[in-house]
């Protein structure tokens, strides 16, 4: 999966801040005492979960965080067939793309197992077992 270079970059800052929070700790503990370290450290680790809670309730409620369900479709357009299904015999052609229309509220949505979801329109979706189309 390739790193976009946003995330690579928050990445880096996140290391940086770090190994300066780091140094920064020893140094207190050297240059000053230990309960001051401590309390430095206790500090610091209250404020990096804290930030931590944030980005975590961040990150669920961001739009397209949420994945597809196991073995779904979804797609920016349209679909002429989806099957997500085992053991499924297609004797017909595959019906064509349906013609491009306005996404709907409700075509954003994310699939969920064996669902399958476009943008655009959707030809025919097989999502069972063992299915046959003659």
């Given at each position: 999966?390739?790193?976009?270079g946003?995330?690579?970059?928050?990445?880096?800052?996140?290391?940086?801040?770090?190994?300066?929070?780091?140094?920064?700790?020893?140094?207190?503990?050297?240059?000053?005492?230990?309960?001051t370290?401590?309390?430095?450290a206790?500090?610091a680790?209250?404020?990096?979960?804290?930030?931590?809670?944030?980005?975590?309730?961040i990150?669920?409620?961001?739009?397209?965080?949420?994945?597809?369900?196991?073995?779904?479709?979804?797609?920016?357009?349209?679909?002429?067939?989806?099957?997500?299904?085992?053991?499924?015999?297609?004797?017909?052609?595959?019906?064509?793309?349906?013609?491009?229309?306005?996404?709907s509220?409700?075509s954003?949505?994310v699939?969920?197992?064996?669902?399958?979801?476009?943008?655009?329109?959707?030809?025919q979706?097989?999502?069972?077992?063992?299915?046959?189309?003659a």
């Amino acid at each position: 999966m390739a790193m976009s270079g946003t995330a690579r970059a928050w990445i880096v800052v996140t290391a940086v801040v770090a190994a300066a929070a780091s140094v920064s700790l020893v140094l207190v503990a050297v240059l000053a005492d230990l309960d001051t370290a401590g309390q430095a450290a206790s500090v610091a680790g209250a404020v990096v979960g804290l930030l931590a809670l944030v980005v975590s309730v961040i990150a669920l409620f961001r739009t397209g965080a949420l994945e597809a369900g196991a073995r779904s479709v979804q797609s920016g357009g349209g679909v002429g067939r989806a099957v997500t299904g085992d053991r499924n015999r297609l004797g017909s052609a595959t019906p064509p793309v349906p013609a491009s229309s306005a996404a709907s509220p409700s075509s954003n949505a994310v699939p969920g197992e064996r669902g399958v979801s476009a943008s655009g329109g959707i030809g025919q979706a097989i999502t069972g077992d063992e299915n046959e189309d003659a």
